[in-house]
Nanobody, 125 residues
Framework: VQLQASGGGLVHSGGSLRLSCAAPELTMEDYSISWFRQAPGKEREGVSCISLPEGDRTYYADSVVGRFTVSRDKSQNTVVLQMNTLKPEDTGVYYC??????????????????WGPGTQVTVSS
């Protein structure tokens, strides 16, 4: 199932954005959800994960720790990635998928994800 990421946009450095991940055919709280991003010319990388089997334990890439927060909005059937203190290096297309692949407490691309269209985040300096 492709998950739909939304909420991207253009923001100045230091600003905030709130991304949402949804799939109308799924009950999102029944799944672990990961966020990824891909910057121009770079490989896709893991950003964050909320892990259902671990009681919704959250994981973050080193580059976003302390700035990004992943959580569930059960009233909206979505998973939210709150991004604060954005930097130009946060620019990229952001995707969400079901499942988490964690290595050394960091989310990574597992290789079996189903990718939706993503949402563009652009941070200007």
């Amino acid at each position: 199932v492709q998950l739909q990421a939304s909420g991207g946009g253009l923001v100045h450095s230091g600003g905030s954005l709130r991304l949402s991940c949804a799939a109308p055919e799924l009950t999102m709280e029944d799944y672990s959800i990961s966020w990824f991003r891909q910057a121009p010319g770079k490989e896709r990388e893991g950003v964050s994960c909320i892990s259902l089997p671990e009681g919704d334990r959250t994981y973050y890439a080193d580059s976003v720790v302390g700035r990004f927060t992943v959580s569930r909005d059960k009233s909206q059937n979505t998973v939210v990635l709150q991004m604060n203190t954005l930097k130009p290096e946060d620019t990229g297309v952001y995707y969400c998928t079901t499942g988490c692949v964690i290595v050394r407490d960091r989310p990574i691309v597992g290789g079996t994800e189903t990718w939706g269209p993503g949402t563009q985040v652009t941070v200007s300096s």
